[in-house]
């Protein structure tokens, strides 16, 4: 079945540092990718909404200078959480939804971010 | 933004119980009613989706049922298995998750 690979599945860094989260769709064209934030033992919240060569678009609440997506092709869309804080921990997941009708959502296995 | 309500928050069924989650919502311009479930650790998977023009969709032993009048729609888990124990979250289209339900399948 279709596969949404996340990139990399865990990563550790200093506070300060830009850290960059890869979403692939493996085997279909996804023209729409979305980007979600969750907490430990909460739901997903939507951060953004990923359109292929369009810019992204952010959900209120959500800083847009200090989440960077980028969707360049149909099949990588890219998160970059820029300057990152401890407060930035997270679990951070993509989905990535099929070109034609009603394409369910393909989620990614998330990655877990932790800022010392 | 549209809002999900989900219950319960946590479930504890038998082995070869039924789990019954049930999700209610506000804004009738999504037509696309998922469910997920999720391991720890590991991003959501679409268990089963229903679409508003049909009232039942039964897919081995998960069921969802949907009431449009109502704006409710149901997770039915036949003969529950300790496999099955994960969140499992109700979202309009993929946009607006439930806050979940904890499901534990005791042996």
């Known amino acids: 079945g279709a596969v949404v690979s996340q990139h990399p599945s865990w990563v550790i860094c200093k506070s300060g540092t830009s850290v960059k989260i890869e979403c692939r769709s493996l085997d279909f064209q996804a023209t729409t990718m979305f980007w979600y934030r969750q907490f430990p033992k909460q739901s997903l919240m939507l951060m953004a909404t990923?359109?292929?060569?369009?810019?992204?678009?952010?959900e209120q609440g959500v800083e847009k200078d200090k989440f960077l997506i980028n969707h360049a092709s149909l099949t990588l869309s890219t998160l970059t959480v820029t300057s990152a804080h401890p407060e930035d921990s997270s679990f951070y997941i993509c989905?990535?939804?099929?070109?034609?009708?009603?394409?369910?959502?393909?989620f990614g296995d998330g990655t877990r971010l932790s800022i010392l | 933004q549209q809002q999900v309500k989900q219950s319960p928050q946590s479930l504890i069924v038998q082995k070869g119980g039924i789990s019954i989650i049930n999700c209610a919502y506000e804004n009738t311009a999504f037509d696309y009613f998922p469910w997920y479930q999720q391991f720890p650790g590991k991003g959501p998977a679409l268990l089963i989706a229903i679409r508003p023009d049909v009232s039942e969709k039964k897919e081995g032993r998960f069921t969802i049922s949907f009431n449009k009048s109502a704006k409710q729609f149901s997770l039915h888990i036949m003969d529950s298995q300790p496999g099955d124990s994960a969140t499992y979250f109700c979202?309009?289209?993929?946009?607006?998750f439930g806050k979940g339900t904890s499901l534990l399948v005791t042996p």
């Open positions: 979202a309009l289209y993929a946009l607006n």
């Open positions: 990923s359109n292929e060569g369009s810019k992204a678009t952010y």
């Open positions: 989905s990535a939804r099929g070109l034609r009708g009603y394409q369910p959502q393909h």
